[in-house]
């Protein structure tokens, strides 16, 4: 009998396409009649399963790329290919190569993972932290300790955990260097915390304004506390009457969270607030006194959002109201006194009239603008609001430079043109 000359698959690929028949056999079986203590017993498992199949594809991942397979169809990187043939998002595929490469270089690890002991995001952690530490330490054998170590925590604590107790792990495997280390090291971070903090706010059009942020770790908590304090199951039945908010889950919803937010912005004292255009940073809601008194019209803020009648009414409950008298035309008849520089009642007031820069064609809210006398005070002009406009930054330097002429125009706007 002539003997088989077909090559002969190598174990990996045999033992990949076995599990594979398996898997897809045990995924089709009827669980319902498994007991309970084989359903946890084969959840746990299949968890440990998963673990180690994702310790064979990093393991993978890592000889593809040293042997650069994407080259033959040309892509960019073996990452790049692995996530167009996978259909992965191409950085959560960089993310697990790059994963894979360190992975070559810490074999306790990659054992701990294979195993199953440990997870993808356990192992993360610990070769991000070992290939972070300072390639000046004097003691060689410091980074095999510091990831024994890590491995040993890992067994424990979730991933989240170990994240925190890594940025201390030279503390407690070289104590004599440690300390002053991660003492650097945590004010680095906080300083690049601080100084990478960001939020961004943008309007839907439906009534409601989405946002994001990024704040360092303290401040974090601080906002975290306020807002589970107006959030607390207590306060909302204080509140609103919810009873239920006390009786069921005490843990907050966003939708909770998202109130108490709400609540903490229309708490916080404006009086102690920094000023801004040369008021607290207070929001001005415009409403005619009829509007304000029934259950009909609305309210306009400086920005010239509208907000429901009923809204004003509610924010007057708490807060300080400060009457504009308007004549016929909406002309501001009186706010402040005369004076060099204007009020906090003048400026309140170029604000409900005028909202943005007087500037043709410049949109810059009243609240970055600066306060401008038409007829200089400094030659008999007065400080009233028919001599005042708003003039953003840019504009006010213009308005003062003797290069540019400027053109009142009869809608209220002013132009600027270069002298010949």
Request: glycine share 6%.
């Given at each position: 009998?002539?003997?088989?000359?077909r090559?002969?698959?190598?174990p990996?690929?045999?033992?990949?396409?076995?599990?594979?028949?398996?898997?897809?056999?045990a995924?089709?079986?009827?669980l319902w009649?498994?007991s309970?203590?084989?359903?946890?017993?084969?959840?746990?498992?299949?968890?440990?399963l998963?673990?180690?199949?994702?310790?064979?594809?990093?393991?993978?991942?890592?000889?593809a790329?040293?042997?650069?397979v994407?080259?033959?169809?040309?892509?960019?990187?073996?990452?790049?290919?692995?996530?167009?043939?996978?259909?992965?998002?191409?950085?959560?595929?960089?993310?697990?190569m790059?994963?894979?490469?360190s992975?070559?270089?810490?074999?306790?690890t990659a054992?701990?993972?294979?195993?199953?002991?440990?997870?993808?995001?356990?192992?993360?952690?610990?070769?991000?932290?070992v290939?972070?530490?300072?390639?000046?330490?004097?003691?060689?054998?410091?980074?095999?300790?510091?990831?024994?170590?890590?491995l040993?925590?890992?067994?424990?604590?979730?991933?989240?955990?170990?994240?925190?107790?890594?940025?201390?792990?030279?503390?407690?495997?070289?104590?004599e260097?440690?300390?002053?280390?991660?003492?650097?090291?945590?004010?680095?971070?906080?300083?690049?915390?601080?100084?990478?903090?960001?939020?961004t706010?943008c309007?839907?059009?439906?009534?409601?304004?989405?946002?994001k942020?990024?704040?360092?770790?303290?401040?974090?908590?601080?906002?975290?506390?306020?807002?589970?304090?107006?959030?607390?199951?207590?306060?909302?039945?204080?509140?609103?009457?919810?009873?239920?908010?006390?009786?069921?889950?005490?843990?907050?919803?966003?939708?909770?969270?998202?109130?108490?937010?709400?609540?903490?912005?229309?708490?916080?004292p404006?009086?102690?607030?920094?000023?801004?255009?040369?008021?607290?940073?207070?929001?001005?809601v415009?409403?005619?006194?009829?509007?304000?008194?029934?259950?009909?019209?609305?309210?306009?803020?400086?920005?010239?959002?509208?907000?429901?009648?009923?809204?004003a009414?509610?924010?007057?409950?708490?807060?300080g109201l400060?009457?504009?008298?308007?004549?016929?035309?909406?002309?501001?008849l009186d706010?402040?006194?005369?004076?060099r520089?204007?009020?906090?009642?003048q400026?309140?007031?170029l604000?409900?009239?005028?909202?943005?820069c007087?500037?043709?064609?410049?949109?810059?809210?009243?609240?970055?603008?600066?306060?401008?006398?038409?007829?200089?005070?400094?030659?008999?002009?007065?400080?009233?609001?028919?001599?005042?406009?708003?003039?953003?930054?840019?504009?006010?330097?213009?308005?003062?430079?003797?290069?540019?002429a400027t053109?009142h125009?009869?809608d209220?706007?002013?132009s600027?043109?270069?002298?010949?």
């Amino acid at each position: 009998m002539a003997k088989d000359s077909r090559p002969t698959a190598h174990p990996v690929c045999r033992a990949v396409a076995k599990s594979r028949r398996k898997a897809r056999s045990a995924c089709s079986s009827q669980l319902w009649q498994m007991s309970d203590t084989e359903v946890s017993t084969a959840l746990l498992e299949a968890t440990r399963l998963r673990t180690q199949a994702e310790a064979l594809e990093l393991k993978l991942a890592a000889e593809a790329d040293r042997r650069a397979v994407g080259d033959k169809v040309g892509a960019t990187d073996t990452a790049s290919w692995w996530s167009h043939e996978t259909r992965q998002d191409r950085p959560a595929a960089k993310r697990r190569m790059r994963l894979a490469e360190s992975l070559d270089r810490h074999a306790p690890t990659a054992a701990a993972l294979a195993e199953g002991a440990i997870s993808v995001d356990h192992a993360r952690v610990i070769t991000d932290c070992v290939d972070k530490l300072s390639d000046d330490l004097e003691d060689p054998t410091i980074p095999e300790r510091a990831e024994k170590h890590l491995l040993n925590e890992a067994l424990d604590v979730t991933p989240k955990t170990l994240a925190i107790l890594a940025k201390h792990v030279l503390t407690v495997v070289a104590p004599e260097i440690g300390e002053e280390r991660d003492a650097r090291a945590l004010q680095r971070e906080e300083r690049e915390a601080r100084a990478n903090a960001w939020l961004t706010m943008c309007p839907d059009g439906k009534g409601s304004v989405r946002g994001k942020f990024s704040i360092p770790t303290l401040h974090g908590e601080m906002l975290k506390k306020m807002l589970l304090a107006f959030a607390a199951p207590k306060h909302q039945a204080a509140t609103r009457g919810d009873e239920t908010a006390e009786a069921g889950d005490r843990r907050p919803s966003p939708e909770r969270m998202g109130d108490a937010f709400c609540e903490l912005l229309e708490r916080l004292p404006a009086d102690k607030l920094l000023q801004l255009g040369g008021l607290n940073a207070s929001v001005v809601v415009i409403i005619d006194y009829t509007a304000l008194t029934s259950d009909i019209g609305r309210a306009t803020l400086e920005s010239g959002e509208p907000i429901s009648a009923s809204q004003a009414r509610r924010m007057a409950c708490e807060a300080g109201l400060l009457p504009a008298v308007l004549g016929r035309k909406s002309e501001l008849l009186d706010l402040g006194r005369t004076a060099r520089l204007f009020s906090g009642a003048q400026r309140r007031g170029l604000a409900i009239t005028q909202q943005t820069c007087t500037a043709t064609g410049c949109d810059w809210p009243a609240h970055l603008c600066h306060a401008h006398h038409d007829d200089s005070w400094l030659h008999g002009g007065k400080t009233d609001i028919r001599n005042a406009r708003l003039l953003c930054p840019r504009h006010h330097a213009r308005v003062h430079d003797p290069r540019f002429a400027t053109t009142h125009h009869p809608d209220g706007a002013v132009s600027f043109h270069m002298r010949t």
